[in-house]
């Protein structure tokens, strides 16, 4: 049970460390926010591109049914 409840003060010790190295670098959360904005954008837009050609042809095969 002791090796339990210090085993646990030890995870709660990095843990706080952790915490308090990262509010002390404003400007790599700010740069992680910017990755993650980049990979969401560049994620996006692969999506767009592939629905887009599917849309063109669902389009295309209407317009040649109904003439």
């Known amino acids: 049970m002791h090796c339990q ?11 706080q460390s952790l ?3 990262l509010k002390t ?3 790599a959360t700010l740069f992680e926010y910017a990755l993650i904005l980049f990979l969401v954008s560049i994620i996006a837009i ?3 591109q592939g629905i887009g050609g599917k849309t063109n ?3 295309t095969t209407v317009n040649t049914t109904w003439q």
């Not at 409840?5 to 843990?15: A, D, V």
Request: aromatic share 8%.
């Open 5 to 15: 409840t210090e085993r646990l003060g030890q995870l709660r010790y990095r843990t």
């Open 57 to 59: 042809n669902m389009v």
């Open 25 to 27: 670098r404003p400007g």
């Open 46 to 48: 692969v999506i767009l």
């Open 19 to 21: 915490f308090r190295k």
